[in-house]
């Protein structure tokens, strides 16, 4: 099994950034597929974005592709959300999730192990 514990969330005025992080405990994290999804009040939760095992293939969702990036450091068992030119449609509460299966996958559930959120808020 594995922990996971996000942070770096917050206020962020639009067209600016954040980066989130994820730290696991338990099994190393680079025995998972790794993943960001979100959840908007009101909506479902969504992907964002994921990488694989080694770190060499990542995928993301349309409405994000070319602002965010995310990354892995399997030394620190940590993964990363670097988001750039931020929108107020990007407001949600993001969430780090660890799956077993091998490969990308956008369907959450590929994805067994969840973190509790971080609030991102983007203000016009």
């Known amino acids: 099994q594995v922990q996971l514990v996000e942070s770096g969330g917050g206020l962020v005025q639009a067209g600016g950034s954040l980066r989130l992080s994820c730290a696991a405990s338990g099994r190393p994290f680079g025995t998972y597929t790794r993943g960001w999804f979100r959840q908007a009040p009101g909506k479902e939760r969504e992907f964002v974005a994921a990488?694989?095992?080694?770190?060499?293939?990542?995928q993301y969702a349309d409405s994000v592709k070319g602002r965010f990036t995310i990354s892995g450091d399997n030394a620190k068992n940590t993964v990363y959300l670097q988001m750039n030119s931020l929108k107020p449609e990007d407001t949600a509460v993001y969430y780090c999730a660890a799956g077993r299966q091998a490969g990308l996958g956008w369907s959450p559930e590929r994805y067994d192990y969840w973190g509790q959120g971080t609030q991102v808020i983007v203000s016009s």
């Open positions: 990488i694989t095992r080694s770190g060499g293939s990542t």
